[in-house]
């Protein structure tokens, strides 16, 4: 079905005229590369079938799985929208970008003009194009980043019509089930149409000559809040009353404050600001923690099922733009990566959102599919980052390899500060790294008048770092300098929080980081050992393989 059934006039005219330009456009070139299908699904947690959940419904991600690479501990580099997308992107860990939130000031090419995959593979030969959520839309990042990273052909850039629907009667609810809907009267099935139809006209460019490979990026909104989808994806899950609540609704013993997300966004809107009016849930840690402060039980359910039911909704998607990859002869010469841009609090720790630098947050699902190499379904537990994107796919395609950054602040535009992840598909026992790296700043999306922090001062002044190896989750909270993107490691008001979370038995998916050991005498060596690495840095944790 083509997206225009649910588009305004101006909408599929601009359409048209850009696929219009696809086909018309005939190179004579042999095909030497792979083409790559970029998934990109925001707020997805691995809370799926294949990553072990015996509740959420995912048939086709899991189908994708079956024949890919499922890395078990893939971890973002800020648990937030668009530094964590701006950052693996670019290939440059979020310090280099000067990116930290979402706001308009954060638009890395004011400090670093870094390439971006999607214009690295323009560079070198490919017709890029993109839609729905890739970058984080708006200022934040150039507007889609439309004046570097996309192909001609691609654009105007496509994002659905029905965005900024928020449900019935002009009200804002955090979940919704749309009775009657078909999915395409939703973003994410009209971004979906819109992938559908642009593999048709790459199909007929082919035919007509046209031997470029493609980077094609599709990016899902859903599960993000508020959790819309039709009623049907609601109705392949079990009542409310049936749906499990967290299993650690607690925040951990011993958490510093500075550590805690204190999940406004949830809050507010007309399905649930009855729960929270009047109580000023976020004035201080102690009542942020308080049994008056969290959402009631059939609430918090409710919440988890519409979570759910959002993800299926996209998780349909995911599978028909697959089979029609496969229907136009693209699936064995197309790699396949599917990723979320950070995980997702559901109540555990006391969280209902992103924002921190706890195991839930910065987990994501990553699996990738490439033909002929991953074909029989692997599985890998070597810790990966999502920075590890960008040299991965250019070397998995054979593109030239983009050198690592140099130390400093004189760099290539196109420089690298992950690992490929190429040999952990040779042998998924391989550690291209012995630690990954998050950071989340403060009091950006926590408490804005704990003891240290300047009320007069910016939302970056104190940076958690948290380093996560194999056995351990370590994080310090330090102060930063903000215009400069330096940590005080030595400031004489020293850290405002250490935390230090055991990961020795086999990590429980959302319910673990329980207890901070920081303060346990008999771990005084570990975290000497963990500060060093953490302090150090990503480059010393790179491996020699």
């Known amino acids: 079905t083509c997206a225009c059934v649910v588009m305004n006039y101006s909408t599929c005219f601009f359409l048209a005229v850009a696929v219009l330009f696809l086909e018309t456009v005939v190179i004579d070139a042999a095909p030497k590369h792979k083409n790559v299908l970029f998934f990109a ?133 955090l979940w919704w089930a749309f009775d009657g809907f078909e999915d395409n009267q939703l973003p994410d099935g009209q971004i979906c149409d819109n992938a559908i139809m642009v593999l048709q006209e790459l199909r007929k460019n082919k035919t007509r000559g046209d031997e470029r490979p493609f980077f094609l990026a599709v990016g899902f909104h859903k599960p993000h809040v508020p959790q819309y989808a039709p009623k049907k994806y609601f109705d392949m899950y079990p009542p409310v009353d049936q749906i499990l609540l967290p299993e650690n609704p607690n925040v951990p013993d011993g958490m510093p404050d500075i550590a805690y997300e204190t999940w406004s966004n949830p809050r507010r809107y007309d399905n649930t600001k009855m729960y929270f009016e009047g109580k000023n849930c976020t004035a201080t840690p102690e009542k942020a923690y308080s049994k008056e402060c969290q959402f009631p039980d059939k609430a918090a359910k409710e919440f988890r099922r519409a979570y759910y039911a959002s993800m299926t909704y996209t998780d349909y998607q995911v599978g028909k733009v697959l089979v029609q990859l496969e229907q136009h002869g693209f699936a064995e010469d197309t790699i396949v990566v599917l990723w979320g841009d950070h995980g997702w609090q559901l109540g555990e720790h006391a969280e209902w959102a992103k924002f921190s630098n706890f195991e839930d947050a910065t987990r994501v699902p990553f699996l990738l599919h490439v033909p002929g190499v991953t074909d029989k379904g692997m599985r890998s537990a070597s810790l990966v980052e999502l920075i590890d994107l960008f040299p991965s796919l250019v070397d998995l395609t054979g593109l030239p390899m983009p050198p690592v950054c140099p130390e400093g602040n004189k760099r290539p535009l196109a420089c690298v500060e992950g690992s490929s992840v190429a040999p952990i598909l040779k042998d998924p026992s391989v550690q291209t790294k012995n630690a990954s790296f998050s950071q989340y700043p403060r009091p950006n999306s926590g408490f804005a008048h704990l003891p240290g922090l300047d009320s007069k001062g910016g939302p970056e002044q104190v940076m958690g770092y948290t380093i996560r190896t194999d056995k351990y989750r370590y994080t310090e909270w330090v102060y930063f300098n903000s215009t400069t993107a330096t940590p005080h490691w030595e400031d004489s008001r020293g850290l405002m929080g250490v935390e230090l979370y055991d990961h020795r038995e086999p990590t429980v998916n959302f319910n673990d980081e329980n207890t901070n050991m920081a303060h346990n005498e008999s771990m005084k060596s570990v975290m000497e050992e963990l500060q060093r690495a953490l302090r150090s840095g990503w480059r010393a944790a790179k491996t020699t393989t």
């Open 41 to 173: 699904i925001d707020d997805l947690r691995p809370e799926l079938g294949c990553y072990g959940s015996k509740q959420a419904l995912s048939p086709h991600i899991d189908d994708l799985a079956k024949k890919s690479m499922l890395f078990e501990r893939a971890y973002c580099q800020v648990a937030v929208c668009c530094p964590s997308r701006t950052s693996l992107l670019t290939g440059h860990r979020p310090d280099t970008n000067h990116v930290w939130g979402n706001g308009p000031e954060q638009y890395w090419r004011m400090f670093t003009n870094a390439t971006t995959i999607p214009q690295y593979f323009k560079e070198n030969g490919y017709i890029s194009i993109g839609m729905g959520k890739v970058f984080h839309p708006g200022s934040s990042n150039g507007n889609d980043d439309i004046k570097y990273s996309w192909s001609p052909e691609g654009l105007p850039y496509y994002h659905a019509p029905s965005e900024k629907h928020y449900g019935p009667g002009n009200k804002t609810s």
